[in-house]
């Protein structure tokens, strides 16, 4: 079972595990016009590896190639974020099955749920917790 972290949490983890990464799995429209989170306190950066292709939102069948050429091993510990937490889960269930013992799912991804009015980004997750991102 995947083990849901919360963005604080994950954040911490990043800055004091060297062998922690975060790798973001939304689509590259999500990256470009929403944000991505920024990591350059740590001296790291996020890896972005789509787990679903827009715009048919198939699954990528070589995600867990892409893991591996973006330099992931199985002694990292891989925290996996999306928008909500959905997504990401399923890519760290994927990683688990391929070989990554050491995988996280960041609890309400970097927007979290809708808030009462509708928005992302402020009730819970990466942005509400006031982690670091940037705009792409």
Request: glycine share 8%; net charge negative.
């Given at each position: 079972m995947?083990e849901n972290i919360?963005?604080?949490?994950?954040?911490?983890?990043?800055q004091?595990n060297?062998?922690?990464?975060?790798?973001?799995?939304r689509?590259?429209?999500?990256?470009?016009?929403?944000g991505?989170?920024d990591l350059?306190?740590?001296?790291?950066?996020?890896v972005?590896?789509q787990?679903?292709?827009?715009?048919?939102?198939?699954r990528d069948?070589a995600f867990?190639?892409?893991?591996?050429?973006?330099g992931?091993t199985?002694?990292?510990h891989?925290?996996?974020?999306?928008r909500s937490?959905?997504?990401s889960l399923?890519?760290a269930?994927?990683?688990?099955?391929a070989?990554f013992?050491?995988?996280?799912?960041?609890?309400?991804?970097?927007?979290g749920?809708?808030d009462?009015?509708g928005?992302?980004?402020?009730a819970?997750g990466?942005k509400?917790d006031?982690?670091?991102w940037?705009q792409?």
């Amino acid at each position: 079972m995947v083990e849901n972290i919360p963005p604080t949490q994950t954040w911490q983890a990043l800055q004091a595990n060297p062998e922690a990464q975060l790798v973001d799995v939304r689509t590259d429209a999500e990256w470009n016009f929403v944000g991505v989170p920024d990591l350059s306190e740590t001296g790291k950066q996020t890896v972005l590896i789509q787990w679903q292709v827009y715009p048919s939102m198939q699954r990528d069948p070589a995600f867990e190639e892409r893991l591996r050429r973006a330099g992931l091993t199985p002694e990292h510990h891989v925290y996996f974020i999306c928008r909500s937490g959905v997504r990401s889960l399923a890519a760290a269930e994927a990683a688990r099955a391929a070989g990554f013992p050491h995988v996280y799912n960041v609890a309400d991804g970097f927007e979290g749920p809708v808030d009462s009015n509708g928005q992302r980004g402020k009730a819970a997750g990466w942005k509400a917790d006031g982690l670091p991102w940037i705009q792409r």
